[in-house]
Nanobody, 127 residues
Framework: QVQLAESGGGLVQSGGSLRLSCAAS????????MGWFRQTPGKEREFVVA????????YYADSVKGRFTISRDNAKNTVYLQMNSLKPEDTALYYC????????????????????WGQGTQVTVSS
């Protein structure tokens, strides 16, 4: 069992940056593929980025490619999402997610692939 807790959200102006953190507890998440999703009211949860547990593969949604970067510190059981050049359309509740996998190169882009979720952190980008 893994518990996830996001932090780092807030209000930022368009063009600004934020770094989200996702701290995992319960057990080591070094063999867990990680992902970030986001959701706005009335819409389905949207894929943002997926990362393999080995760090060998990362996959970004086209909407954030070149602006967002995922990284992980297995020693701290923490995953980060660095968000630069933020736009008003990035406004959403951001969730981190984890799923155990034996494949160090596996990445997962579907909501249903993930077994563990945090409670979310709100990101609001003003124009």
């Amino acid at each position: 069992q893994v518990q996830l807790a996001e932090s780092g959200g807030g209000l930022v102006q368009s063009g600004g940056s934020l770094r989200l953190s996702c701290a995992a507890s319960g057990r080591s998440f070094s063999s867990y593929a990680m992902g970030w999703f986001r959701q706005t009211p009335g819409k389905e949860r949207e894929f943002v980025v997926a990362d393999s547990w080995s760090g060998s593969r990362t996959y970004y949604a086209d909407s954030v490619k070149g602006r967002f970067t995922i990284s992980r510190d297995n020693a701290k059981n923490t995953v980060y999402l660095q968000m630069n050049s933020l736009k008003p359309e990035d406004t959403a509740l951001y969730y981190c997610a984890a799923t155990h996998t034996y494949s160090g190169s596996a990445v997962y882009m579907r909501y249903s692939d993930y077994h563990y979720w945090g409670q979310g952190t709100q990101v609001t980008v003003s124009s």
